[in-house]
């Protein structure tokens, strides 16, 4: 690709229907490239409308070794192994107040039962991966929308 140029690559492609003549037929991975960037947006934007499942990352001429400059996703396409925020906070929560409850009511027997201490203390760990991911995902996402946001002179 020369500089100008934008390349489009799709992911979670779905084969094209019957009644879509005209749209593009996709076997594996595949790119197209447009010599500017409203051609690029124009034609994702079209595909993403045709499949609903299809995510559409333009690149510039630096390809995948770089951040992508837009990403147009279908209405039905589904992340790729992505962690939704519902499940962090639910499970980090279930995960760490279990644990420590399990913990403290072997505590309270003075470490008796035994299984509930072994159980709570290792689920505690992983609730707070959890909860301290989602943290740092909301902070990082107001910190750039405060960044982003208008500039009062």
Same mark, same amino acid.
């Given at each position: /690709?020369?500089?100008? @140029?934008?390349?489009?690559?799709?992911?979670?492609?779905? &084969?094209?229907?019957?009644?879509?003549?005209?749209?593009?037929? $996709?076997? %594996?991975?595949?790119?197209?490239?447009?010599?500017?960037?409203?051609?690029?947006?124009?034609?994702?934007?079209?595909?993403?409308?045709?499949? &609903?499942? =299809?995510?559409?990352?333009?690149?510039?001429?630096?390809?995948?070794?770089?951040?992508?400059?837009?990403? $147009?996703? %279908?209405?039905?396409?589904? %992340? @790729?192994?992505?962690?939704?925020?519902?499940?962090?906070?639910?499970?980090?929560?279930?995960?760490?107040?279990? %644990?420590?409850?399990?913990?403290? =009511?072997?505590?309270?027997?003075?470490?008796?039962?035994?299984?509930?201490?072994?159980?709570?203390?290792? /689920? $505690?760990?992983?609730?707070? *991966?959890?909860? *301290?991911?989602?943290?740092?995902?909301?902070? @990082?996402?107001?910190?750039?929308?405060?960044?982003?946001? &208008?500039?009062?002179?």
């Amino acid at each position: /690709m020369v500089p100008g @140029e934008y390349a489009i690559l799709y992911s979670g492609f779905q &084969p094209p229907r019957s009644d879509q003549p005209h749209s593009i037929a $996709i076997d %594996g991975p595949y790119c197209a490239i447009f010599p500017t960037l409203a051609d690029a947006e124009a034609h994702a934007t079209q595909q993403a409308e045709l499949y &609903p499942a =299809l995510l559409c990352r333009i690149y510039d001429h630096h390809g995948l070794g770089r951040q992508s400059i837009s990403e $147009i996703r %279908g209405n039905r396409y589904k %992340g @790729e192994s992505e962690i939704s925020a519902q499940f962090r906070r639910w499970c980090g929560s279930f995960l760490l107040f279990g %644990g420590l409850a399990l913990t403290i =009511l072997d505590w309270r027997s003075d470490f008796g039962l035994l299984w509930p201490a072994t159980v709570g203390t290792r /689920m $505690i760990p992983f609730g707070l *991966v959890l909860l *301290v991911t989602e943290l740092v995902i909301v902070i @990082e996402a107001r910190r750039k929308g405060r960044r982003t946001g &208008p500039q009062v002179p």
